[in-house]
């Protein structure tokens, strides 16, 4: 097997494809890169990553656990919580799932571009302090 090493690929022309033999793998332009997906299909790089995410124990030890993209949680009281984003989002109409390890509702309760308060309550809508609260968030940085 053999080991390519280097810091720079350039093209002999203004292709802005790579291709490994006959598949095009990664095609570049303003902005933008698309990576071969299943198929045919082409997967833009920026649109297809998760701008933030965090784990985070609502109970006694209240914090996040894990995170990315994300500086502070507030505690509002008993399963309301606000993440601010370390980097803002380009508007307010970012995707945003939560989970949590109980059979809890977990949801939003207010969404800008620079945080995301959640809200978590039992089967009869009564708010309780969960332990992890996960959250994925999708969208355009700003």
Same mark, same amino acid.
């Given at each position: 097997m053999s080991t390519v090493v280097l810091d720079t690929i350039t093209g002999k022309s203004t292709a802005t494809t790579v291709t490994i033999g006959s598949t095009p793998v990664v095609s570049a332009s303003a902005n933008s890169m698309t990576i071969?997906?299943?198929?045919? &299909?082409? #997967?833009?790089?920026q649109q297809g990553? #998760?701008? &933030?995410?965090?784990q985070l124990d609502g109970t006694g030890t209240?914090?996040?656990?894990d995170s990315f993209n994300m500086t502070a949680?507030? *505690?509002?009281g008993t399963g309301?919580?606000? #993440?601010?984003?370390a980097n803002a989002m380009s508007n307010d109409d970012y995707a945003f799932l939560f989970g949590s390890a109980s059979q809890a509702n977990v949801g939003a309760n207010g969404v800008t571009t620079? #945080?995301?308060?959640?809200r978590c309550r039992d089967g009869d809508n009564s708010a309780l302090d969960l332990d992890p609260i996960?959250?994925?968030? *999708?969208? *355009?940085? &700003?």
């Open positions: 071969r997906g299943e198929g045919s &299909a082409q #997967t833009s790089i990553l #998760t701008k &933030a995410w965090y209240f914090g996040m656990n949680t507030t *505690d509002h309301e919580y606000t #993440t601010t984003f620079t #945080t995301l308060r959640l996960t959250c994925g968030v *999708d969208g *355009d940085l &700003a």
